[in-house]
């Protein structure tokens, strides 16, 4: 296949970096809303908190987590780097789907159950078991996610264990 010249690599390479940034800032957005938002004094109050962070999860982490799953896929594709030629990469790929399986599979869950919660049961929702069970999956999930994002922005400026440098 037809690979990018130098102008393309670096447009793919800065659209990847948005997607990137996306991701990381909604995540840690998305932390700090669920860890310092409140205490709510009203279920409104708490239904609105709710509500707040779905939306901060649909609008900005998952676009950003979808851009990077894009940008990697034409980087790898169309780009000299490749998919599994050096493990930094290859080590990347493995996270990122895995990152994104786990937001699906347990992150989005958490939060998207919240607001059936506190809709329903107002402030006695914070004596739900299930209530306060999905709170804290969803900030020891949120911490695992952000250091996950973390060591691939890491690796992806050091590029360890690299074989060969491509012309970028
Ligand atoms: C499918 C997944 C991904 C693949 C295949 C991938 C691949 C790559 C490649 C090959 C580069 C080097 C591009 C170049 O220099 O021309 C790069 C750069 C970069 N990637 Fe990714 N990436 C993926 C996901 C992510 C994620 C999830 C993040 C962080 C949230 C990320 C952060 C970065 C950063 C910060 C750089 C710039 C590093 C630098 O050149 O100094 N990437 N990526």
Redesign the pocket.
Known sequence: MKKFGKTG?KV??AV??LM?GL??GGAVGLNLMIILLGPATSGEELFGYNMSVILVDDLVIIPG?MG??V???L??GL?P?G?FKHRW?AI??L???F?IIFGIVVLGPTVNDQPQYSQEYGLQALNNPEYMANYFYSILGGIFQMLA?SF??II??F?PWRKSVPA?
């Open positions: 690599q793919l390479k990847h970096l990137a991701w990381i987590a990077c799953l940008t990697g896929l980087i790898s780009t780097w998919f990469v990347k790929w996270l990122t789907v990152c994002l691939m922005v992806s400026v590029k970028a």
